[in-house]
């Protein structure tokens, strides 16, 4: 095959693209029944596989990746585009330590998640099962085709994944591998797929195809997550925005304040986790200056209400896109709130559900902040930049989702899962 | 108000209903938020007191409901929809009974689902919260009013009903009592809320209005649920099909199988949760004569493939149509197949997920269906008929799903929640 049409199916048009989308559907189908019946041993064997094959070819897959970064150059992408794009040997043995620590996660299937017994002798079960398929649609990161694929083997499931056209002949490179895995394993190389082709409308097919697909994760820019969740027939996880707040309470320990505020801004600025909005207690605005102190120094750029530009003149002035802007850089919004429901108002009115962190020695204050804010994760005195399944203890993450539905939060192998009832009985006939 | 004019907005057409439709969305959200933050008590107190509000208004329930009885005669419904739509005394009495017992159930909300430690001395708990706003879509029966709005209020949501058009002045009536109760209690009434009217474009209306409304329940045809899966911009919790089998294995006990496919096909006929495709192993096929001896003397008719009609003449010859037929009558059809694989393969093929009972001694076998069939509930040695939320002692339900996203099976007030992070430090920021 030459290297145009390496991302081309043959005689593609739009409905050859469709019979082909729904063959790849047909043939995840069949893999992930097979799959939902498969030990555990022999999921862990060919993660194992996957993982010494990644390692093996890591010079074919870096190859692979250059032809991509030759392209993505052409094309002027940013230098965070770039760098996200790009596989060092470092990077890929990475991918392969990280599918060795997915074999090595306790198997999320047939887990019994409750059991009861009935007055007539019936024992229930409630299992964990497979979902089935799920569709992964990502953009540039080729190392999504390797933790994503093999997180979805782990829960028994079978994944078609969607890459970016920048990154298709890594991914590919990539996709080998993980097959090569399944190959030795025994399993149904059908149990990983790449979608074979660059155009566009392989992904509306994809979305499309519910009776194939049961559900589809898409990791991306704002503009992939809004086509998703408009076309897509099936469920989503979907990640919207980290717009993550902290709130400094009037009973905040200023030491604590300011070390906290300066790890959720600055760790690293471009994660979800990353806070995007300070929320400070009139009854705190003492600690501002320090707080403002420690992050300027730091490099970050401060957006205030008037009340914060008041308190201290570094802050700039906010306007009101700058309360739903997630920054993703070094840039803070910086609000003056009177009391704890001002802040939750602001949280309501203005974030994006993810995380939110409260600083404060008023435990009282800090349970209703707990227990009424609607996000996935809410911290007292810790760190928005927690917001990671690794490092709740949870092991590899597909996406930290923004819904409420199945899973919220950090998507890893157990919210891969659905579950069902079995019951076990002696002739029971209900009356 | 007109009885014309009772289940009509003011100024109806399609931009006014929808605009009268996002107001009731909002007055939803804002009563979900208060709801989430409502102590266990105080539901307890409101659903008490609709159900103390049912008792008192009982006559003009009966009432309401003989309107909508004659109405329901000039368009000359079925027998089994009129009895369907009756409320008795007798009946709003058991809704009423229904209320007191999901006050009675354990309050889901704030429930602590796994908790656990990190090693940087971070607390972590996963509870349960409610979803939000739920959306029923309903038809004929007027008691889903009282036990939908109950259930959902149970478990903090805020519930958006839209009844069937025959049963509006019932249901309207029963709404009534509800609200009686929120507002004793000191709850937003908007926390249960009756769309008031009776006009489809409502229905759209709903559907489209994903900001308001968190998941959608459809109770109905299949129409209904055709529509409201093709149309929600929403999670739809949906019962699509009870197309249940019982198989009757090799080594399955005569008496017990006997026994059980009577129970599961006959008892009741219009659940769900009634059989309607019985498989007998080709090993098992002796037992055939004195299975169908019951069921013919319980006025069961029988439809078979080949092989069955064979071995019984009382069988009717079966068509392709009838292995994807849900009956909900005394029809049975019947298919040899050759062992447990054949038997799966079967239900894989035409089944809807819901329910599957195997009969048999045999452990291992019954353990290969248990694991491998993928239905939201599996049963050994027992009926089909046992596929209730009540029979399996979780209380009152809402329906069951035949999907596999956030609630399967049985939809309980622990299934209309989501859950949270909560995380407890004592200043710790991520390296």
Known sequence: MTDAGAARLPGENESGIEREMRALGAAARAAARELARTPADAKIEALNAAATELRRTSGDIVAANTRDM???EDKDLSEAMLDRLLLTPERIEAMAVGLDEIARLP??????????DRPNGMK??????PIGVIGIIYESRPNVTADAGGLCLKAGNAAILR????????????ADALRAGLKSAGLPEAAIQL????????VGALLAMHEFVDVIVPRGGRGLIERVQREARMPVFAHLEGLCHVYVHGAADPAMARS???NAKMRRTGICGAAETLLIDRAALGQLKGIVDDLVEAGCELRGDAAAREA????????EDDWTTEYLDAILSVRVVDGIDAAMEHIAQYGSDHTEAIVTEDAEAAERFLNEVDSGILLWNASTQFADGGEFGMGAEIGISTGKMHARGPVGAEQLTSFKYQIRGTGQTRP
Chains 1, 2 share one sequence.
């Not at 198997?107 to 009861?116: C, N």
């Not at 890459?163 to 990539?174: D, K, L, P, T, V």
């Open 312 to 319: 201290d003149a570094r802050i700039e002035s906010a306007t």
């Open 107 to 116: 198997d999320p299937v047939g887990e019994v998640i409750a059991e009861w």
């Open 195 to 202: 979608v074979p082709t660059t155009n566009r409308a392989a």
């Open 260 to 262: 906290i505020v300066l």
């Open 124 to 129: 229930i079960s409630r299992v964990r099962t």
């Open 70 to 72: 030759m392209a993505a």
């Open 163 to 174: 890459c970016g056209s920048e990154s298709f002949h890594s991914s590919r490179a990539i």
